[in-house]
């Protein structure tokens, strides 16, 4: 999973990361992205952890902000 490896080297508590995780899996399920090794779960992750570090702390606020950034339509 993309956004464990991402944060191996990251401070955040073990609660912290686990806000990260929920964001992450909603943000792809309301992308429709199922094939964990698409290069589009990367950014996702990489959107998820750049929205967090903004002050963000809940996970389904993360997956919406998110899905408003990449999402398209």
Avoid: W
Avoid at 20 to 40: G, H, M, Q, S, W
Avoid at 58 to 70: D, H, R, S, W
């Amino acid at each position: 999973m993309p956004i464990n490896r991402l944060l191996e080297a990251s401070e955040l508590t073990p609660e912290q990361r686990h806000v990260y995780e929920l964001a992450f899996n909603a943000t792809l399920r309301k992308l429709d992205l199922v094939d964990r090794r698409d290069p589009l779960c990367d950014l996702v992750a990489r959107k998820i952890i750049e929205i967090g570090s903004s002050g963000v702390t809940n996970a389904t606020v993360l997956a919406e902000i998110a899905c408003k950034q990449l999402d398209p339509r």
